[in-house]
């Protein structure tokens, strides 16, 4: 005997009587596999990625929930080809499935770029952690890409004082470029490549997974040559983004995971839209 289907009420459109909106409501740490374009200065290039998702909207205060589910269709909508450019339509596409006017996408990935070791020319895959988030408000939609790029530091202060040699270490710059959009068709003219160069570019010296003996004689001799506080190395990547239209909006942090000392040390410099 065939049991008589029902039908399923939808609890979420329940109407909610406390007059709470609620500012973010969505899923998070939703694992997909994407395939990311735009990364790299070559715009044909691109590489599959298992990325980790931040889905939200904002919740009116008369409705009762969201509907979970459509957060995890609409991004598998996207998974296909996903670059910075398509942000804009994903949160779209967010809000109208919602009917939400605010929604938020943070990716989270690691991108694979080829490191050539400096003498050798040796090839390896180096990863870069790297960050694309979304806004979109009723007065627009912010775009933000941000990478972690690990350098070598070389302490001016300790090769000053000492008869030879200077403590150096690894570090982290952390770099976030926020790009303010009135319409979805407006192109984002920065990859994450170019901000790789330009952060490693500010510091004693680029790291590599790879290097032979000649390469490391390279490496060691040139960070010995161009000593930087972390001081420096944010001013370094401040000074080549200063000036620039495409980067009105941007934040730089730089961590020295310090070498002789039991504490790291860092610096930071913000810089905002000129409209506020």
């Known amino acids: ?30 694992k ?4 990311i374009k735009g990364c790299e200065i070559d715009p044909r290039k691109d590489q599959n990625v298992q990325a980790s998702l931040n889905l939200s909207v904002n919740l009116r205060s008369e409705q009762k929930g969201i509907h979970m589910s459509r957060l995890l269709e609409t991004a598998l909508d996207f998974n296909g080809s996903f670059s910075l450019g398509r942000m804009a339509s994903f949160l779209t596409a967010l809000c109208e499935r ?4 605010d929604s938020d996408v943070k990716i989270e990935f690691d991108y694979f770029f080829n490191r050539y070791a400096p003498v050798s020319g040796k090839i390896s895959p180096q990863p870069y952690r790297c960050t694309y988030h979304g806004e979109m408000r009723p007065e627009g939609i912010n775009l933000t890409q941000g990478v972690v790029v690990p350098v070598k530091t070389l302490c001016p202060c300790s090769k000053e004082i000492s008869d030879y040699g200077a403590h150096n270490q690894r570090s982290k710059v952390f770099v976030n470029i926020t790009h303010e959009k009135k319409e979805e068709s407006e192109p984002i003219d920065i990859c994450l490549e170019e901000i790789i160069e330009i952060a490693e570019r500010g510091a004693s010296s ?11 004689r390279h490496v060691t001799m040139s960070a010995y040559n161009k000593p930087c506080f972390v001081e420096d190395v944010v001013r370094n990547i401040a000074s080549e983004l200063q000036g620039n239209t495409k980067f009105e909006s941007y934040e730089l942090r730089v961590l020295n995971y ?3 000392h039991s504490h790291n040390a860092f610096a930071s410099i913000g810089k905002r839209f000129s409209n506020g």
Do not use: F, H, T, W
Request: one cysteine or more.
């Open 258 to 260: 310090e070498s002789i």
């Open 98 to 101: 919602q009917d939400s006017q």
């Open 1 to 30: 005997m065939k049991l008589e289907e029902k039908p399923i009420e939808d609890i979420q459109a329940r109407k909610d009587y406390r007059n709470i909106s609620i500012d973010r409501v969505g899923v998070c740490d939703l």
């Open 206 to 216: 680029p790291l590599y997974p790879l290097l032979k003996r000649e390469d490391e």
């Open 32 to 35: 997909i596999p994407l395939k």
